[in-house]
C-alpha cells in the first residue's frame, strides 16, 4: 500500500500552511515586485523610489527658485532692457511718476486731447540728464526704472476690477534722491557755463543733486532730436558730464600722489621739503605752477595747500609705478561700475616703462590721467567717510498708488579704498587747503569745510584750464560733499571753491529748514 502524504488540519499543503497563500499567488507578487523572499526591495521598487525622490529634489528646487525670484531675483528681470513684457503693460498700466526727495513732480503721465498717453515734464532742462526721457527708446531713470513704473501694487482685487472694466491700473512712483531746491540752486551757479555740478550724502551715497550743462528739453526731445545729433552740434547737450564727461582731474589727483608718497615714506614723508621757484625744470622738461607763481620753501602739508606742482611733481618722480596705479585702482580708477545713470570708466596709467614726461605730468593729474566730475566725487566723499567709497544712487523708494512703500535701495559700498588712518591723514591735508590754501573761497559759513582745487590744462595753448573743486562739510563730520567742474573755467580756486562753498552753506539752510537730508 502507497504511503499517505502528511497533511495540516485543514488539509492545506505544507507551504500554503506557512504563508497562508497559494504557490500562484506568490509568485505572481514577486514578479510584481511586491515581495521579496528574502526580505528585501525588489530592484524595480528601488528605482521607483528614487525617481520619487528625483521628482521631490526637483520640485523642492523649483519652490526654491520661485521664492528666491519673488524676493530677489524679479526686479533684476523686470527691469532687463530685453525683457519685452513692456509692451503688454503698457496696455494694462499708467507708468508711475517720478518725485523728488521733498516731494515735486519731474515726470508724470497725462493725456493728450486724443487720449493717448504722453510723459510730461514741468521742469525743462532742470533734471534732463538724471531723469531723461520716455520717448525714442528712452534715456535716463526713464529708460532704467520704466518697467517697474509700470508695475502696479495696488491690491489685486482692484487689479481685477480694473480689467474686467478696462481700466488701467496706476503704476508705482518712483521717489528720486534728488532734492528739487538744491538742483535748482547748482543749476543757478552754473547757469551760462559748461560743466557739472555734483553733491551727495558721503555717508549713504545718495546723490542730492546733479546738474550738467548744457542741456535738453525731454518734452519735445522728438522735435529735437535732429539738431541735437547734427555733427553740426559740438555742444554735447545729451551727454551728462557730471557720469560721463571726462577731464584731467589735475590738482584733485594730488591727494593719490599724497597718499602713495606717504606710504613709501612712512618715517620720512614729514621731513619733505621743496624750494619752489615758480618752474619746475628737469632736463629739457619745465612746469609752471599755477600763472607761475612762486611758493617758496614748502613743507609737504604747504605744498598740498598751495598746491605747488613742483613739489608733487618731485614726489611723484621717486614712486613705484605698480604701487601707484594700484592706490589709484583702490579708489576707482580703471574701473567700470554699474550705476543708476550711464557712467564713464576713469583712466590712471603709469608703468615702468613710462618716460620722465609721463611721471611729471600723471604726478600733478594731467597727461592720460582722466577723471568724471563723479568718481570724483567719491574719491573725497571715501576720504571723508573714514575710506569707504558708497556707492551713489538717484532710486530712493517706491510707493504703490495709496502711498504704500514698495521697496527702497538700501546704500551699499562701491569700494573699501583706504584704511580709516589714511582717510583720516587726508582729511587734515583737505582742511588745511580750505582753511589757509587755495581753497579758501570754499569755506563754509556754518562749519569748517574741507577740499581740494584744481587747475586742468586741457589745451597746449596757455591759460586754458578747467576748474575743480571737491570736497566736503563739515570736515570731522561729513554731510555733504560737492565736486564742482567749470570746462575752460580757469583758476579752480578762483572759480569752483566758491560755488561749493555757496553750496554748502544753501544745505544748511535746507536742512535748518527741514527740507533736506533725514
Same mark, same amino acid.
Given at each position: 500500500?502507497?504511503?499517505?502524504?502528511?497533511?495540516?488540519?485543514?488539509?492545506?499543503?505544507?507551504?500554503?500552511?506557512?504563508?497562508?497563500?497559494?504557490?500562484?499567488?506568490?509568485?505572481?507578487?514577486?514578479?510584481?515586485?511586491?515581495?521579496?523572499?528574502?526580505?528585501?526591495?525588489?530592484?524595480?521598487?528601488?528605482?521607483?523610489?528614487?525617481?520619487?525622490?528625483?521628482?521631490?529634489?526637483?520640485?523642492?528646487?523649483?519652490?526654491?527658485?520661485?521664492?528666491?525670484?519673488?524676493?530677489?531675483?524679479?526686479?533684476?528681470?523686470?527691469?532687463?532692457?530685453?525683457?519685452?513684457?513692456?509692451?503688454?503693460?503698457?496696455?494694462?498700466?499708467?507708468?508711475?511718476?517720478?518725485?523728488?526727495?521733498?516731494?515735486?513732480?519731474?515726470?508724470?503721465?497725462?493725456?493728450?486731447?486724443?487720449?493717448?498717453?504722453?510723459?510730461?515734464?514741468?521742469?525743462?532742462?532742470?533734471?534732463?540728464?538724471?531723469?531723461?526721457?520716455?520717448?525714442?527708446?528712452?534715456?535716463?531713470?526713464?529708460?532704467?526704472?520704466?518697467?517697474?513704473?509700470?508695475?502696479?501694487?495696488?491690491?489685486?482685487?482692484?487689479?481685477?476690477?480694473?480689467?474686467?472694466?478696462?481700466?488701467?491700473?496706476?503704476?508705482? =512712483?518712483?521717489?528720486?534722491?534728488?532734492?528739487?531746491?538744491?538742483?535748482?540752486?547748482?543749476?543757478?551757479?552754473?547757469?551760462?557755463?559748461?560743466?557739472?555740478?555734483?553733491?551727495?550724502?558721503?555717508?549713504?551715497?545718495?546723490?542730492?543733486?546733479?546738474?550738467?550743462?548744457?542741456?535738453?528739453?525731454?518734452?519735445?526731445?522728438?522735435?529735437?532730436?535732429?539738431?541735437?545729433?547734427?555733427?553740426?552740434?559740438?555742444?554735447?547737450?545729451?551727454?551728462?558730464?557730471?557720469?560721463?564727461?571726462?577731464?584731467?582731474?589735475?590738482? =584733485?589727483?594730488?591727494? &593719490?600722489?599724497?597718499?602713495?608718497?606717504?606710504?613709501?615714506?612712512?618715517?620720512?614723508?614729514?621731513?619733505?621739503?621743496?624750494?619752489?621757484?615758480?618752474?619746475?625744470?628737469?632736463?629739457?622738461?619745465?612746469?609752471?605752477?599755477?600763472?607761475?607763481?612762486?611758493?617758496? =620753501?614748502?613743507?609737504?602739508?604747504?605744498?598740498?595747500?598751495?598746491?605747488?606742482?613742483?613739489?608733487?611733481?618731485?614726489?611723484?618722480?621717486?614712486?613705484?609705478?605698480?604701487?601707484?596705479?594700484?592706490?589709484?585702482?583702490?579708489?576707482?580708477?580703471?574701473?567700470?561700475?554699474?550705476?543708476?545713470?550711464?557712467?564713464?570708466?576713469?583712466?590712471?596709467?603709469?608703468?615702468?616703462?613710462? %618716460?620722465?614726461?609721463?611721471?611729471?605730468?600723471?604726478? &600733478?593729474?594731467?597727461?592720460?590721467?582722466?577723471?568724471?566730475?563723479?568718481?570724483?566725487?567719491?574719491?573725497? %566723499?571715501?576720504?571723508?567717510?573714514?575710506?569707504?567709497?558708497?556707492?551713489?544712487?538717484?532710486?530712493?523708494?517706491?510707493?504703490?498708488?495709496?502711498?504704500?512703500?514698495?521697496?527702497? =535701495?538700501?546704500?551699499?559700498?562701491?569700494?573699501?579704498?583706504?584704511?580709516?588712518?589714511?582717510?583720516?591723514?587726508?582729511?587734515?591735508?583737505?582742511?588745511?587747503?580750505?582753511?589757509?590754501?587755495?581753497?579758501?573761497?570754499?569755506?563754509?559759513?556754518?562749519?569748517?569745510?574741507?577740499?581740494?582745487?584744481?587747475?586742468?590744462?586741457?589745451?597746449?595753448?596757455?591759460?586754458?584750464?578747467?576748474?575743480?573743486?571737491?570736497?566736503?562739510?563739515?570736515?570731522?563730520?561729513?554731510?555733504?560733499?560737492?565736486?564742482?567742474?567749470?570746462?575752460?573755467?580757469?583758476?579752480?580756486?578762483?572759480?569752483?571753491?566758491?560755488?561749493?562753498?555757496?553750496?554748502?552753506?544753501?544745505?544748511?539752510?535746507?536742512?535748518?529748514?527741514?527740507?533736506?537730508?533725514?
Amino acid at each position: 500500500m502507497k504511503a499517505r502524504m502528511p497533511s495540516n488540519r485543514k488539509g492545506l499543503p505544507e507551504d500554503r500552511r506557512s504563508t497562508g497563500e497559494s504557490v500562484p499567488e506568490k509568485r505572481t507578487q514577486a514578479r510584481r515586485g511586491i515581495h521579496d523572499p528574502l526580505g528585501k526591495t525588489p530592484a524595480r521598487g528601488r528605482e521607483a523610489a528614487v525617481a520619487g525622490w528625483i521628482i521631490l529634489a526637483m520640485f523642492a528646487a523649483l519652490l526654491a527658485y520661485f521664492v528666491w525670484f519673488e524676493a530677489v531675483g524679479r526686479e533684476s528681470v523686470l527691469v532687463n532692457p530685453l525683457n519685452n513684457r513692456t509692451s503688454n503693460m503698457e496696455q494694462t498700466v499708467v507708468k508711475g511718476s517720478i518725485v523728488s526727495s521733498d516731494g515735486v513732480n519731474l515726470a508724470v503721465t497725462q493725456n493728450a486731447e486724443d487720449g493717448s498717453e504722453y510723459r510730461y515734464y514741468p521742469f525743462p532742462e532742470l533734471f534732463c540728464h538724471t531723469i531723461g526721457y520716455a520717448p525714442l527708446g528712452g534715456a535716463g531713470l526713464e529708460s532704467s526704472q520704466k518697467i517697474l513704473m509700470l508695475t502696479s501694487h495696488i491690491s489685486v482685487l482692484e487689479q481685477l476690477r480694473n480689467e474686467f472694466l478696462h481700466i488701467k491700473s496706476p503704476g508705482d =512712483t518712483l521717489h528720486v534722491t534728488l532734492n528739487d531746491q538744491l538742483q535748482q540752486y547748482c543749476s543757478d551757479l552754473l547757469a551760462g557755463r559748461n560743466g557739472a555740478i555734483i553733491a551727495s550724502d558721503p555717508k549713504t551715497g545718495k546723490i542730492l543733486a546733479m546738474v550738467s550743462n548744457p542741456g535738453f528739453n525731454p518734452s519735445t526731445i522728438e522735435e529735437d532730436w535732429s539738431s541735437l545729433i547734427s555733427s553740426d552740434n559740438t555742444s554735447g547737450n545729451l551727454i551728462n558730464r557730471g557720469s560721463q564727461g571726462l577731464y584731467p582731474p589735475g590738482s =584733485t589727483f594730488k591727494v &593719490i600722489t599724497l597718499l602713495e608718497y606717504i606710504r613709501e615714506n612712512p618715517d620720512t614723508w614729514q621731513d619733505f621739503s621743496y624750494t619752489c621757484n615758480g618752474v619746475f625744470t628737469y632736463g629739457d622738461y619745465a612746469v609752471s605752477c599755477h600763472e607761475g607763481h612762486a611758493h617758496g =620753501t614748502v613743507d609737504i602739508y604747504e605744498a598740498m595747500e598751495q598746491s605747488c606742482n613742483g613739489a608733487f611733481i618731485t614726489m611723484g618722480m621717486t614712486l613705484d609705478p605698480d604701487k601707484w596705479e594700484q592706490l589709484a585702482r583702490d579708489f576707482g580708477y580703471n574701473q567700470k561700475f554699474d550705476l543708476d545713470v550711464a557712467s564713464s570708466q576713469s583712466s590712471f596709467s603709469i608703468g615702468e616703462d613710462s %618716460s620722465d614726461w609721463d611721471f611729471i605730468q600723471e604726478a &600733478i593729474g594731467q597727461g592720460t590721467t582722466v577723471a568724471t566730475p563723479l568718481l570724483n566725487l567719491c574719491i573725497y %566723499s571715501a576720504i571723508a567717510n573714514g575710506g569707504v567709497m558708497m556707492k551713489p544712487y538717484l532710486v530712493d523708494y517706491y510707493t504703490n498708488a495709496d502711498g504704500r512703500e514698495i521697496r527702497r =535701495t538700501q546704500p551699499s559700498v562701491l569700494l573699501n579704498c583706504i584704511s580709516k588712518s589714511d582717510a583720516d591723514l587726508l582729511v587734515d591735508f583737505c582742511t588745511k587747503v580750505v582753511s589757509s590754501g587755495s581753497g579758501y573761497q570754499a569755506a563754509a559759513n556754518w562749519c569748517q569745510s574741507a577740499g581740494k582745487t584744481g587747475s586742468a590744462q586741457f589745451s597746449s595753448t596757455a591759460g586754458l584750464y578747467h576748474a575743480w573743486f571737491v570736497g566736503f562739510a563739515p570736515a570731522e563730520d561729513p554731510e555733504i560733499a560737492v565736486s564742482v567742474l567749470v570746462e575752460q573755467g580757469g583758476a579752480g580756486g578762483e572759480v569752483a571753491a566758491p560755488i561749493a562753498g555757496s553750496i554748502f552753506n544753501k544745505y544748511n539752510e535746507l536742512k535748518t529748514a527741514g527740507l533736506i537730508g533725514e
